[in-house]
């Protein structure tokens, strides 16, 4: 392990130049080291977005011809197909959730566990468990705990004869899930920065200690700052579960009264008994939009950070 | 010492769903009762619940598909994506950053886009309700975070490993093979746990792209015994749920220390 912790050798010759020649075999060999992830890559992810995107402008139930219609389905979405909003209004809300209350959360139980602590171990296994549970079993436990007649919470609040429906009432049911959904990222984001610190240079913090840093002074502005490489891979992350979340509603109630995701909507039209592909096809492109917006203003962000 | 304190509270209150989950798997199938929801039953009942979920949902002919997915995959999915982080960092290819963003990009599409295409695709190559179809695809979608994850190992690997080996006449496949990828088994290893647990809990793959109890995964025979028409009481439900999370549990809980060690993210 000696030899990985050692920064990366100072390049003494230029940039392109190659220690040896390359025969025609080592050309081969990189040709089949890049191309089989690439081809793999193209046929099964690239492939069947991209052909998602053409469908999008399509009518199409999956049996009669594919019918062109331009921008026809992205016009009935925002305009008259009623679960498109309030499943828009959700999916922010639960990214809003993630990454205000969740991220920071494991960040906090990151930081704690980092240092050498007693039961340190049982700590990380009890927060990480809920990552390691299926969703489907998520959406058990969501049952287990908040059915309005026999769920723990309204037997631990004591309210029994006039019980709180934590799921079917579409007024609290995000939150109820969002609670679960914020024990279960937590550990995932608390497991990356526990790497992301391992590799933080312990000489960082001992400067800023001898210069008279704080604790607090010097986390924001010595190792969080160093810490940037998973902060855009958490960021990345987030995003991600925060807009393609689905298992979980889908396990409570399919999707419904009040827990309209984009996902639900998507998954209702394209294999659900309407079979409107086309439709169907159309939201996932502009869920696919927002991601990006998020995602590409953080890292033009991070890029211009660096150039300054 | 709030620091303990704090971590002694919140570490339990994380416990507690799975405390829930564990009480209730373990009681009799017929002694559910709201009123004792919280208090462990005298009465062992694992065993019979899950043998009644085994039955009801036929958990037992996928759960070996599923194992097979959830293990080949990953593992084929982490010796590719280090082909393509070796390639990329270590051999320094003209434009690697775009060849890996090309790998990696596909990590924000929506699932749901992939699947129309995928079944029509799988159909017409005979492909769909098939084993190998399923691995192909587990695979595909596991190799971005392992390329990921192997292009930011690699670049702390010391440059002069490569010169040394080419200098003593190696060829590229044999540096790769008997040098790089030996000295990156930890953070395969790492991929590996995360992404078996990635596979094993698929719903969506395995709902569109099979159909016949033998190739279909785990997960969408749980999901089906959990609807309200399979007359299955909560602690059976509950009890396969258990089950199903076990292989994901014990694998995590047994390889903590590869995963501490492994999963270095300090480059990017």
Known sequence: ?308 | MIRRLVLGVLGLLWLVPVYLLLVNAFRPSTEYDASRIWVPDGDFGLVDNVRLAWDAAGLGPSILSTLLYSVVSPVAAVVVGAMAGFAIVVLRLRAGFWWFMLLFGGTIFPIQMLLIPLFLGYSSADLYDRRPGMLLVYTAVCVPLAALVMRSFFTGVAYSIYEAARVDGASVWRIFWRVYLPLSLPALGAVVILEFAFVWNDLLFGLTLSQTETVRPVMTALSALSSAYSGSTVPVVLAAGLVMSLPTVLVFLGAQRIFARGLTLGQF
Do not use: C
């Not at chain 1, 039209?269 to 927002?290: D, P, Q, T």
């Open chain 1, 1 to 308: 392990m000696t030899i990985t912790a050692r920064p990366p050798a100072p390049r003494t010759t230029p940039r392109r130049r190659r220690v040896i020649r390359f025969t025609p075999r080592d050309i081969a060999v990189i040709g089949l080291l890049l191309g089989i992830p690439v081809v793999l890559d193209v046929a099964l992810i690239w492939g069947p977005t991209l052909a998602s995107v053409a469908l999008s402008f399509t009518s199409w139930n999956g049996v009669t011809d594919i019918k062109p219609v331009g921008l026809d389905n992205y016009h009935n979405i925002v305009s008259n197909y009623p679960p498109f909003w309030p499943a828009v209004r959700h999916n922010l809300v639960w990214l809003l959730f993630l990454g205000v209350v969740a991220t920071p959360l494991g960040l906090f139980f990151a930081v704690l566990l980092d240092k050498q602590i007693r039961f340190s171990r049982f700590y990380q296994t009890a927060i990480y468990l809920p990552v390691v549970l299926s969703l489907a079993v998520i959406g058990f436990i969501a049952q287990l705990l908040y059915s309005r007649d026999y769920g723990a919470v309204n037997a631990a609040l004591g309210r029994t004869d006039n019980p709180i429906d934590w799921i079917g009432d579409p007024s609290i049911n995000l939150w109820s899930v969002l609670v679960l959904v914020g024990w279960r990222h937590v550990g995932y984001v608390m497991l990356l920065y526990l790497a992301g610190l391992k590799a933080v240079d312990p000489s960082l913090k001992e400067a800023a200690a001898i210069d008279g840093a704080n604790e607090a002074q010097t986390f924001f502005r010595v190792v969080f700052p160093a810490l940037r490489p998973v902060n855009i891979l958490i960021l990345v992350i987030t995003v991600i579960e925060a807009l393609r979340a689905f298992d979980v509603v889908y396990a409570i109630n399919r999707g419904r009264n009040g827990l309209e995701l984009l996902s639900v909507l998507i998954t209702d039209n394209i294999v659900g008994e309407a079979s409107r592909i086309g439709f169907g096809s159309a939201i996932a492109v502009i869920l696919l939009l927002i991601s990006l917006i998020f995602i590409v203003t953080y890292l033009l962000q991070v890029f211009r950070e660096d150039r300054a």
